[in-house]
């Protein structure tokens, strides 16, 4: 469970479930899975998790299973997605509240009368909305890679999934991997400054929902004209409160890179793991993390099974959940 810090326009985003096991890959809670949940490589904790921000999706069309597959097989520890609803009230993966920039519906004439205005965050937003359509209609529905300069291949390839359909590919992996879900709430943080919620006050209340904070990484370490400046004291802060910190997005494109990484995506992620001292990263470049944490911090052969970290991390998340279950 984590708390995340969003970048402008300032909004936060409420974890609900950090999927987290022993050797043996239990979950919390039982959740669909194809396979038998016998012996698996465990989760590791040595170094930062690697998060997959809405599966690999600087190669695969986000938040479809090809992404999150591919992301697991890159070596992700966490697979993250957004979840809204669709018009039957069925949980799906999707980061927008409208279908136009990431799939096929501006081609798809039968529903050419659905588009609608709707207030979005105070803003009049038009556009295919999720949730006028029910979960056969968005299924039928194509994704497409969102930005234009990254691969166009797979457009047009793969179906939205359902949140359950996001667990499963988590619980039928070969090892353990975490899920890391976000649910936005933007109508909470507008009313709080980015002051109040860094604050101590305010750690020590989220601390008793969350394990960590998932802050925009320029809230980290401020930028002016594309080069960073002095970093702020928000990582040592948020580790005196006994929290983790997961910063995102890093992507590998040199117009996402600040110029001091010299268009160098292993300087960046060199900087914010061994400098900074972030806790996970999130990024929609899996295999690159991956590739930069075996050549300079191999994980330890006792990763996981019965480790402090795990353990801890495990009971924490348990009394957290514990006042919800059903009596």
Request: aromatic share 12%; charged share 25%.
């Amino acid at each position: 469970m984590s708390s995340s810090i969003m970048g402008p326009p300032c909004s936060i985003l409420f974890l609900l479930l950090l999927l987290v096991a022993r050797a043996a890959a239990r979950p919390l809670y039982p959740l669909p899975s194809k396979v038998d949940n016998g012996e698996r490589q465990p989760l590791q904790t040595s170094r930062p998790y690697n998060i997959a921000h809405r599966g690999s999706n600087g190669e695969i069309p986000e938040e479809t299973a090809f992404a999150y597959l591919r992301a697991i097989e890159e070596g992700a520890d966490f697979i993250e997605t957004d979840i809204l609803s669709s018009k039957d009230g069925v949980l799906i993966c999707f980061h927008d509240v409208t279908l136009d920039n990431t799939t096929d519906i501006a081609h798809r004439k039968e529903f050419a009368d659905r588009k609608r205005t709707y207030e979005v965050q105070g803003v009049n937003t038009t556009g295919f909305f999720t949730v006028d359509f029910t979960l056969k209609e968005l299924k039928s529905l194509r994704v497409k890679q969102r930005y234009p300069f990254r691969d166009q291949q797979y457009n047009g390839k793969f179906k939205i999934i359902t949140f359950e359909e996001f667990i499963a590919i988590a619980l039928d992996a070969p090892r353990v991997v975490g899920i890391y879900p976000e649910i936005k709430n933007p109508v909470f943080i507008n009313e709080h400054s980015y002051w109040e919620i860094t604050s101590d006050k305010y750690f020590d209340f989220i601390k008793q929902y969350v394990v960590g904070i998932g802050p925009w990484k320029d809230t980290v370490v401020p930028a002016v004209h594309n080069y960073l400046q002095e970093p702020t004291d928000l990582v040592a802060h948020a580790h005196a409160h006994n929290l983790q910190v997961h910063p995102y997005t890093f992507r590998n494109e040199n117009q996402c890179l600040h110029f001091d990484f010299h268009q160098d995506p292993y300087q960046e992620y060199e900087y914010w793991i061994q400098k900074i001292g972030v806790d996970g990263i999130f990024t929609d470049f899996t295999g690159s993390l991956h590739i930069y944490q075996e050549m300079t911090t191999p994980p330890h052969p006792k990763d996981g099974g019965n480790d402090d970290h795990v353990m801890s991390l495990l009971h924490k998340i348990a009394l957290l959940v514990s006042p919800y279950e059903k009596v």
